[in-house]
Nanobody, 111 residues
Framework: QVQLVESGGGLVQAGGSLRLSCLASGSIFSINAMGWYRQAPGKQRELVAQ???????TYPDSVKGRFTISRDNAKNTVYLQMNSLKPEDTAVYYC?????WGQGTQVTVSS
């Protein structure tokens, strides 16, 4: 069973940056697409970035141009670089691979 462990969340002022990391166990990391999702209180979980095994990335309009997803297959790690953060980016951020989810990491952006 795949285990995903996120890190890098925290409190940041609006306009600031954070970098999230997700370490995946197992040897199947490189052949799978990876995604970052977020869930704010009272809202549904939403996709914020996805990267295929070949490195193709997709983003919703809400984060396009501010967030960047990348992966290091040698380290079994996927990253989410978040710049120009806004208060509405406040949420718990989750890493996803197929049916597996991490425990989440809190990101709080103060105005």
């Amino acid at each position: 069973q795949v285990q995903l462990v996120e890190s890098g969340g925290g409190l940041v002022q609006a306009g600031g940056s954070l970098r999230l990391s997700c370490l995946a166990s197992g040897s199947i990391f490189s052949i799978n697409a990876m995604g970052w999702y977020r869930q704010a209180p009272g809202k549904q979980r939403e996709l914020v970035a996805q990267i295929t095994s070949g490195g193709i990335t997709t983003y919703p309009d809400s984060v396009k141009g501010r967030f960047t997803i990348s992966r290091d297959n040698a380290k079994n790690t996927v990253y989410l670089q978040m710049n120009s953060l806004k208060p509405e980016d406040t949420a718990v951020y989750y890493c996803n691979m197929r049916a597996s989810w991490g425990q989440g990491t809190q990101v709080t952006v103060s105005s």
